[in-house]
């Protein structure tokens, strides 16, 4: 039996990471929505004498923290699959490929906002797909 605790600490890390984000994806997405904040947003716009409109940016927002919210959602899936892989040594390699996958999720999807979590779980993917149990040959026991 390998111990998995690099991996397991690093996905619980990430994972955390990835919760935040999400959040600030939701958060965001919401504040979209708010009529106040559409008023507010515009009247600074009117104050610099922007050309940019208030819409167009508010839907940019809205697609943002959209992809935010889903990347992170999506990723979270992956690394608790991921987790409950690593308890049976078997399926360590479907783990690392897990951890892999949720963070090309989280690091493309997210606007490159996912760097952190994406690359500790690309280290948590390797060590997965690296760390082999050890056989009884390879093992040096005397007599």
Known sequence: ????TAEKTLGIIGSIIVVFIGF???VSLVLTKNDEFKTRLNENLNTIQSDTNAVSIIDSLQNAAGMLLWS???????VLIA???????AKSTLAGILFILSAIVIFISSFFVGFVPGVL??????????????TYADQNIPG
């Open 1 to 4: 039996m390998i111990k998995r």
């Open 24 to 26: 600030f994806g939701g």
């Open 72 to 78: 992170s959602i999506i990723s979270f899936i992956l």
């Open 83 to 89: 987790l409950f892989n690593l308890k049976k040594n």
């Open 121 to 134: 779980f690309i280290i948590a993917g390797i060590l997965a797909l690296t760390k082999k149990p050890s």
